[in-house]
């Protein structure tokens, strides 16, 4: 049984920090990227930061220089540490993994390249 749990999100100011993590379990997370995608209420799902199995990473424009994705594969986890959060980082973030022999879908961070969906954490930046 393949599955990814996500876990962090929260409620937080504007400016403020939050850490997520991302657990697998029932597959060794070496062998996949892992991409943190988030879904704002009536909008798609899009992609916020992408790893690869090799530590090589991607970020949507948006958030470079906030966000800083990073893996730890002793524990299973990948995470995504969230600065200067703004209001429009809103929504819903979830993770989700792609075999390694992809690298080329894995770095273009699409949410339709990707499979192995968590359930999603929420994730609400308001004054």
């Known amino acids: 049984q393949l599955r990814l749990v996500e876990s962090g999100g929260g409620l937080v100011q504007p400016g403020g920090s939050l850490r997520l993590s991302c657990a697998a379990s029932?597959?060794?997370?070496?062998?996949?990227?892992i991409g943190w995608f988030r879904q704002a209420p009536g909008k798609e799902r899009e992609g916020v930061s992408c790893i690869t199995n090799g530590g090589d990473t991607n970020s949507v424009d948006s958030v470079k220089g906030r966000f800083t994705i990073s893996r730890d594969n002793a524990k299973n986890t990948v995470y995504l540490q969230m600065n200067s959060l703004k209001t429009e980082d809103t929504g819903v973030y979830y993770c989700a993994a792609l075999h390694r022999i992809y690298r080329a879908a894995a770095l273009r961070c699409a949410p339709g390249e990707y499979g192995y969906w968590g359930q999603g954490t929420p994730v609400t930046v308001s004054s």
């Open positions: 029932g597959f060794a997370l070496d062998y996949y990227a």
